[in-house]
């Protein structure tokens, strides 16, 4: 190929790791999962009670409290294996949120087996006025799965299984607790994948993907689960099973009432059953890592890659200095990292497609495009799976980095690409002029990354502590910053408990209206999710 030896002596991760392996070799799509922060059962006894450290969170004195007469229950409906019952350190792991940040007071978790075992818990609980939180792999990064007070926790664990796969369309009817990973295995084996894939993928759950509308890795790709969920199962506070588990592609027969329930955060139900349209696995993938000096060219790869990768390009991600650093420094000490040189900027560029050779010359074609044009100052592209893997675990290891460095301020924000990088160096300058950021200061990171190709920056303020004037500072300044860019406050993450208040700054009044409006027809007594966006 033209140009390829000038290409490969800038690929050091070629040269050095692999020996006569072609470029581009076939690679499962399956990558590293970042590990989970492991939950140490002691630190999460230190953490504080939310109820207890954000003071203006009162409990709605509407809701009963629970007692032996609901435990009897509980008791009568499920076997004693799927529930906890006033078991502090098994409860524990259930009322602390991935991010360590907020702890309920709950007293019980039900883990029903059926929907039909949902449906009678919800609606007995309806009745009691006895609130209710959904919840799934509880990796949600704004404390909406883990309870405020002392809420029922309903978890989907028990509803695993997979209800049928259609090889012919290509459709999916599961479960809402199948695990991520686990579906995406399953289809590995029939040639198919899943439409969304996210570094939290081993834990996370479908049904909690839907509740959340996550996005992740792939949605440059596949989209949004708005457009892949053909169909849902939900469980309403009064009982009543939705059942819209439906495969067909096209449907125009009224409301399209699942699309409420994607990104609903479990405020209106409990989501038991997804039928989602899955497409088939790509049987060339490539990926490449790529150093750069300034943001500006990142957007600069970016159209690029747009146009010369075109219908095979199917990630785009970037990260900065700041994350590489922390990587280095809490997940691969001492290991090699592929590219020696710092850069101020990286990205990760991946194709998939159907002809390696056509893939793999692109794909170069496009790196030497990006050294040539000085867009890049270095690209590597791995050449087996190892490498594959290697590349996107260091994408996917950055959340849990920059938890190791601290508690973690996490926004999730999306904007015009062009200011996207901005927002991490207005607050770098914020906290530089208040005196606290710096390596032994109150700050010690405040790092960016995310997915370029769906203009959704994640900025992660790690701090020694969380500390109200640390807060402060960020808060509301920084939503009143996105406001202004014309972003929003959520691009997939959610509201949960961390954004509740700040809805507004995204949503006009008479739409936050209607969802109101909604909430009350839906859910009357209040019971789903409290104290999250959408309760008064
Ligand atoms: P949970 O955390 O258990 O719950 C999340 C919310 O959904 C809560 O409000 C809960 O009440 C509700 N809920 C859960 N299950 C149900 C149900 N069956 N019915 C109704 N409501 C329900 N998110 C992204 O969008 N993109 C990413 O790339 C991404 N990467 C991540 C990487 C890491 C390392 C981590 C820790 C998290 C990441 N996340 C990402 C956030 C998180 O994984 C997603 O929000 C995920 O969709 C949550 O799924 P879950 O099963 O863990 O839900
Ligand atoms: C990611 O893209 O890595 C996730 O959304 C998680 C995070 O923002 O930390
Ligand atoms: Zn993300």
Known sequence: MKNLLILTERIPFRRILTKNVKVGTNFKTQRCLASLVQKDARKNAEIDFTAEKYTHLQRNPNFSELTQEDISFFQKILPSNCLIIDKQDDLLPYNIDWMRKYRGKSRLVAKPQTTEQVSRLIEYCNGRK???????????????????????????????????????????????????????????????????????????????????????????????????????????????????????????????????????????????????????????????????????????????????????????????????????????????????????????????????????????????????????????????????????????GIPEACSKAGSVYKYDVSMPLEFLYKMVEDVRCRFTDAGLYGEDLAVNSITGYGHVGDGNLHLNISAKSYAPEITALIEPWIYEWIEKHKGSISAEHGLGLMKAKYLGFSKSKSMIDMMKKIKQIVDPNGIMNPYKFISD
């Open 130 to 396: 006895l609130a209710v939180v959904p919840q799934g792999g509880n990796t949600g990064l704004v404390g909406g799965g883990v309870p405020v007070f002392d809420e029922i926790i309903i978890s989907t664990n028990n509803l695993n299984k997979i209800r049928s796969f259609d090889p012919l369309s290509g459709s999916l009817v599961c479960d809402s607790g199948c695990i991520l990973e686990n579906l995406d295995n399953y289809l590995a084996e029939q040639g198919y994948v899943m439409p969304l894939d996210l570094g939290a993928k081993g834990s996370c759950q479908i049904g909690g993907n839907v509740a959340t509308n996550a996005g992740g890795l792939r949605f440059l790709r596949y989209g949004s689960l708005h457009g892949n969920v053909l169909g849902l199962e939900a469980v309403l506070p009064d009982g009543t099973i939705l059942d819209n588990l439906a495969t067909l592609r096209k449907d125009n027969t009224g409301y399209d009432l699942k699309q409420l329930f994607i990104g609903s955060e479990g405020t209106l139900g409990i989501v038991t059953g997804v039928s989602i349209q899955t497409p088939r696995r790509p049987k060339a993938v490539n990926v490449a890592l790529v150093g750069l000096s300034s943001f500006e060219n990142v957007q600069d790869a970016f159209i690029k890659a747009k146009e010369e990768l075109s219908e095979i390009l199917s990630a785009f991600e970037f990260w900065d200095a700041s994350a590489v650093k922390l990587i280095k420094d809490h997940l691969v000490q001492g290991s090699r990292f592929p590219l020696e040189d710092n850069y101020p900027f990286y990205v990760l560029v991946e194709s998939s497609g159907s002809n390696k050779v056509h893939d793999d010359e692109k794909l170069l074609c496009f790196l030497e495009n990006l050294l040539e044009k000085d867009i890049a100052k270095n690209a590597i592209v791995a050449q087996d799976e190892t490498q594959f893997r290697t590349i996107w675990s260091i994408r996917e």
